[in-house]
Nanobody, 124 residues
Framework: QVQLVESGGGLVQYGGSLRLSCTVSGRSASAYTLSWFSQAPGKERVFVAG????????SYRDDVKGRFTISRDSAKNTVHLYMTNLESEDTATYFC?????????????????WGQGTPVTVSA
């Protein structure tokens, strides 16, 4: 069993930066694909970024490329999402997800484990 706990969300100004963290317990995180999804109010949950292995492969949603960076801290069994140049459209609850795989799946239904989410609000 894998447990995921997100942290780092909050209120940030337009153009600001924020780092989200997802701590994995129960299993070694390196055996899992770890991804971040976002869910804006009234909308479906969508893929943001994913990472496999020790960080050899990453994937990003097109609108966050160049602004967001996903990384893995194997020693702390944690994955981070560093978000820069934040826009109003980035306002959402961000969820960490895991699946036992070496492939970065883009859809919510393909992940087996989820955290409870951390909210991010970007103010104008």
């Amino acid at each position: 069993q894998v447990q995921l706990v997100e942290s780092g969300g909050g209120l940030v100004q337009y153009g600001g930066s924020l780092r989200l963290s997802c701590t994995v317990s129960g299993r070694s995180a390196s055996a899992y694909t770890l991804s971040w999804f976002s869910q804006a109010p009234g909308k479906e949950r969508v893929f943001v970024a994913g990472i496999v292995g020790k960080g050899e492969e990453t994937s990003y949603r097109d609108d966050v490329k160049g602004r967001f960076t996903i990384s893995r801290d194997s020693a702390k069994n944690t994955v981070h999402l560093y978000m820069t140049n934040l826009e109003s459209e980035d306002t959402a609850t961000y969820f960490c997800a895991a699946v036992f795989s070496d492939y970065i799946y883009p859809f919510e239904r393909q992940y087996d484990y989820w955290g409870q989410g951390t909210p991010v609000t970007v103010s104008a």
